[in-house]
Each structure stands twice: as structure tokens, then as C-alpha cells.
């Protein structure tokens, strides 16, 4: 299960810091991703960790701006994001993208995604 949060109403060069709560997830190998979803548009890629935590890409589109950070030990990864402009508004969902696990990991392989939270620039 993914538990996002974070979410709100902010003015145009605010802050916001969105966070994702795995459970279950123990023993998984997983992409630790954030996607967006603007009204009338498709979803679209914001952030990613990869598996090994090492690796981060960030949407054009956001670089600058926008941050990404995990702690490992609570399966929480975070989307620290700074100057937010309306075009920022969305509903944001973190992603995990499971390549495999052991025993103990429960969510199959494919990608698993939270509930969305709401995000709006004015």
C-alpha cells in the first residue's frame, strides 16, 4: 500500500513537501517514483529514485525546483518542492515501480501507486 501526503493549497512561489508511506514493502527492490496528473491532461513523470537509491531523474520541467529524498528505514520517500508556479497544479501520485523481492516483499512485480494527492497554485 502507498500512503500519500502533503497536499494543499499554496500561492505561486510557495512550498510544499509531499510525502509516500510504503507498507509491505520490506525485502522489495523498487523505482521510488512521483507522476502528476493535471486536469485534462495525462499523467506525467515528476521524480524517480531508483532501486538502489543511488540514481535520481527529474522532470525538466521541475529540475531546479523540485527535490527528491527517501528515508529508507520508514519506506518513505518525499517531493520537496519549491516556486511553485500554477502550472503545478495536479494531483500528484507516488509510483513504486517493483523489479522483485524477497519472501517478505508483498506487492507483485509492475508498478503500484498511491491514492493522489491534490496539489493547487494560485
Known amino acids: 500500500q502507498l500512503v500519500e501526503s502533503g497536499g494543499g493549497s499554496v500561492e505561486a512561489g510557495g512550498s510544499l513537501r509531499l510525502s509516500c508511506v510504503a507498507s509491505?514493502?520490506?525485502?522489495?527492490?523498487?523505482?521510488r517514483n512521483w507522476y502528476r496528473q493535471a486536469p485534462g491532461k495525462e499523467r506525467e513523470f515528476v521524480a524517480r529514485f531508483d532501486r538502489d537509491g543511488r540514481t535520481i531523474e527529474m522532470a525538466d520541467s521541475v529540475k531546479g525546483r523540485f527535490t527528491i529524498s527517501q528515508d529508507k528505514a520508514k519506506f518513505t520517500w518525499y517531493l520537496h518542492m519549491t516556486s511553485l508556479t500554477p502550472e503545478d497544479t495536479a494531483t500528484y501520485y507516488c509510483?513504486?515501480?517493483?523489479?522483485?523481492?524477497?519472501?517478505?516483499?508483498?506487492?507483485?512485480?509492475?508498478?503500484?501507486w498511491g491514492q493522489g494527492t491534490q496539489v493547487t497554485v494560485s
Open positions: 509491505g514493502y520490506a525485502g522489495c527492490n523498487y523505482d
Open positions: 509510483n513504486a515501480d517493483v523489479k522483485g523481492g524477497v519472501f517478505s516483499c508483498r506487492p507483485s512485480i509492475g508498478d503500484h
